[in-house]
């Protein structure tokens, strides 16, 4: 292909050429607008996303650039255009196992739009003042934030700062800022017709952190959902989302004079622990305890862990995170996105770790087996 129709060069052994002189240094935007037959402007057109190119000029620009191994300053533009292309995810830790196809996904997402990801872990810190200062000398365009808590402040410093900020799993104080969450209280409530149509009377609930969104409103749902059918309110343990403390929390339930018979934990990471347990104290899951966690995690369907759970898809989660974020970083942080409160529909999927009602299950395209109340089914 000729990448310029008047103005050298005009075949591709030329531009080769051209190319093995441009080795001795980088490469520019000059360079590649002089290879190519075009402006700078058009060059810079090319590079940057949303702007109108005519379809030839944009397949010209990205030849010559491909032959020159041309990469676009991003420090450069970051000072022309006040950007910086990147945005910045908050996370508390990665052993839950939902969180990495969501951060690859994000990542994926984020880069298609221009964007790269900067990842920081929280840990949980008490006070996220030097997580704030960091970002500002970064000058990041957005903020994730996937921390399972929020230090007092931090989101107000956010909008004094004037950083977009989508809450992701854990909608945070209020109802101030853009959140994607999964319908935590819809599953919950669901777990609970699920248990207690497989006829089970004893109920207990693993739970995060208090003040976390995500466990409080499955808590919540979960609860409400047994109150209104005449049961008694589930036995609470708190485990702080940690592996051991879960593990410790369960023996516990079970070694109680009332021992549950049914379990719902707030996520998969801590139903696994659950499992442990149980088994440890000689339990058949499915006949004399089920336990059912919360995500899907991609391990849930493993054999011998074949956990029934409620999942949210993180793909869906992901892609509704870039979405507002996006949305927000237009609008310079303000607009309708800021408030906008999203919810990612999830699905119950029946595997062998809890008991199944004689009514409702239903098979799915996927193979995969779900229940939904009779009159519903």
Known sequence: MALAKNGPPGNAGSMAG??????????????????????????????????????????????????????????????????????????THLDNQ???????????????????????????????????????????????????????GLLAQCDAAGLPVVLMNNAGP?????????????????VA??????????????????????????????????????????????????????????????AGAERPDALFCANDHLAFAALQAAREAGLVLGQDLSVVGFDNVTISNWPHLALTTYAQPPRAMADAVVESLRALMEAGGEGPAQGEQRRIPGALILRDTARRPARGVFVRADGSHGWAPPASA
């Open 174 to 190: 209020g109802a101030a800022h853009a959140s994607v969450t999964g319908d935590n209280l819809q599953g919950g409530a669901l």
């Open 18 to 91: 051209q190319g093995k002189k441009q080795a001795a240094r980088a490469p520019t935007s000059h360079d590649v607008a002089r290879l190519a037959g075009v402006s700078r402007s058009a060059v810079s057109r090319c590079f940057t996303e949303g702007a109108s190119v005519a379809p030839e000029t944009r397949e010209r620009v990205l030849a010559a650039a491909q032959t020159l191994r041309y990469r676009p300053n991003l420090a450069a533009r970051s000072l022309i255009t006040r950007r910086s292309m990147v945005v910045a995810l908050a996370i």
């Open 98 to 152: 939902y969180y990495p196809p969501v951060v690859q996904r994000l990542s994926e997402q984020l880069g298609e739009a221009g964007y790269r990801l900067l990842l920081y872990m929280t840990h949980g810190e008490a006070s996220e003042e030097p997580l704030l200062d960091e970002l500002l000398r970064h000058g990041v365009d957005g903020l994730i934030l996937a921390s399972r808590g929020f230090a007092p």
């Open 193 to 254: 017709q699920f248990l207690l149509a497989g006829g089970h009377r004893r109920f207990a609930y693993l739970a995060g952190i208090a003040g976390v969104s995500s466990s409080d409103e499955r808590l919540e749902g979960y609860r409400a959902a047994l109150v209104a059918a005449g049961a008694a309110a589930p036995q609470v343990a708190d485990t702080r989302f940690d592996y051991d403390s879960a593990l410790a929390a369960t023996r516990a339930l079970l």
